[in-house]
């Protein structure tokens, strides 16, 4: 079999190739026994008639075969011409040849093969009964049965019953037939059996698929215990490595935060230090504040890093956009921009609220320092692949072509009069793709810039 078939196929081919193994070796079985019972009775018939025989044949003062008629077979199939059943008594000479005979009428004008009939196997065993097959008066197939008796002085005397086996083979043939339709009928009903067991008997794995898929969609903590004995284990090992998975991730997230208060204070000295404005002054203040930035830029991304390595995390987008739009809207009143939602789809974000809320706000705030008099985010999912997909428009002087591939770049600012760091749209590039989605910058239909996201959707 194939490495990569799938279980049921795997189960499914092996039990119908061996279903049909077993049906073809006991059909055989059965068509084998059916003949050689048919056979058998037909034998049965045959060593009567030899019975019969025995006791109506004797041999006269001259040697000839003689037949008490009285004693003879009174089948009436015996005394009609070619009937398909005959028998033959015949004396035998000292070379063990036939010397006279007398037969049944059915015989008529057969030129009887006796050479075909075992005479010499006979003759040297009396009362041993031979059997055999020859061609007959009508050249149908005959089985015989032959047998030599001793009569008179010891004379050999060879008894011979056949009969036509045309009606046993057919009653074979038609019992091969059936017999083959009903395994026909078998096979099919053991398909069918076997398909609907191999999919009832998988159907716990594909329900840990679907709980898994929404564990990972962030619609379910765990598997439920309610599995067949054979699949439990299974399940209780991934509950086990889900939960670990979280408190790997929660102890990610601790060593972090110790990191990021450890380093404060040590940059803060520095930077209270450097207050002067002499030439080194200036230069550690400088290094220092980019320092203090890398740091901040790096925490955060090993922050989101292990947010988005958690199975489960689910987050609806209408809120922190709410959110964002509200608090945006108060800060920038006084520049006269309307900042609000556009079209926003009831969809959930397959991650953490605050990675959302980080590259939503970053866009949100640089779209608002170059905006002229609106900013709209809009949210929908994108029929092609099924990601949430998210733009920030601004009606904004917008970038050229070369502007937006410098734009994500950590530390490029393409205004240095601006406040910032350079690092905000780099951050939201980094967290996009460590949730294994994009961020694209192009034109907005305003005519400014649009920023796009393209998230995993729960």
């Known amino acids: 079999m194939g490495r990569n078939w799938s279980l049921a196929r795997r189960l499914f081919v092996g039990a119908a190739v061996w279903s049909l193994i077993m049906l073809i070796v006991t059909g055989s079985i059965l068509t084998v026994l059916n003949q050689s019972q048919t056979v058998r009775l037909l034998q049965a018939e045959l060593d009567a008639t030899l019975t019969t025989l025995t006791r109506a044949a004797d041999v006269s003062e001259s040697g000839e075969v003689t037949l008490f008629r009285n004693f003879a077979p009174t089948d009436e199939r015996f005394t009609r011409p070619l009937s398909g059943r005959y028998w033959l008594v015949a004396r035998l000479n000292e070379n063990g040849q036939v010397a006279s005979y007398q037969n049944s009428n059915s015989v008529w004008d057969w030129s009887v093969p006796w050479s075909n009939l075992q005479l010499t196997e ?70 069918i059996a076997m398909l609907i067991q191999v999919r009832i008997g998988l159907k716990p794995l594909g329900r840990i698929e679907k709980h898994l898929s929404e564990i990972r969609a962030g619609s379910r903590e765990k598997l439920s215990e309610d599995y067949p004995q054979e699949i439990a284990p299974l399940a209780v090992e991934l509950n086990k490595l889900i939960e670990h998975n979280r408190k790997v991730v929660e102890r990610a997230r601790t060593h972090v935060g110790n990191l990021a208060h450890a380093l404060k204070t040590p940059i803060a000295v520095l930077m209270n230090e450097a207050r002067g404005d002499d030439p080194l002054a200036v230069l550690v203040r400088r290094q220092t504040e980019n320092m203090s930035s890398n740091v901040n830029h790096y925490l955060k991304r090993a922050q989101a890093a292990a947010r988005a390595q958690t199975l489960g995390a689910r987050t609806p987008i209408a809120g922190p956009i709410d959110d964002l739009t509200r608090l945006l809207q108060r800060l920038f009143t006084e520049k006269g921009l309307s900042v609000a939602p556009g079209r926003v789809d009831e969809l959930s974000f397959r991650g953490e609220r605050q990675d959302l809320e980080e590259m939503l706000g970053n866009l949100l705030e640089n779209a608002c320092k170059w905006a002229k008099t609106k900013v709209r985010v809009s949210a929908m999912r994108d029929d092609e692949d099924g990601l949430l997909l998210i733009h920030v428009d601004d009606d904004g002087p917008g970038l050229t072509e070369d502007e937006r591939k410098q734009a994500v770049e950590r530390g490029v600012r393409l205004d240095e009069t601006a406040p910032g760091t350079g690092l905000g749209l780099s951050i939201v590039k980094d967290l996009a793709e460590m949730y294994s989605g994009r961020f694209e910058l192009s034109e907005s239909p305003w005519g400014g810039l649009r920023a796009t996201l393209k998230l995993p959707a729960a």
Do not use: C, W
């Open 122 to 191: 006979a003759s040297e065993n009396p009362g041993q009964i031979y059997y055999g097959d020859t061609l007959g008066p009508d050249r149908e197939r005959l089985h015989y049965a032959a047998k030599s008796v001793l009569l008179g002085q010891d004379i050999p005397v060879l008894l011979i019953a056949a009969a036509d086996r045309s009606p046993t083979d057919r009653i074979t043939q038609q019992f091969l037939i059936t017999l083959t339709l009903a395994m026909i009928v078998l096979a099919v009903g053991l398909i």
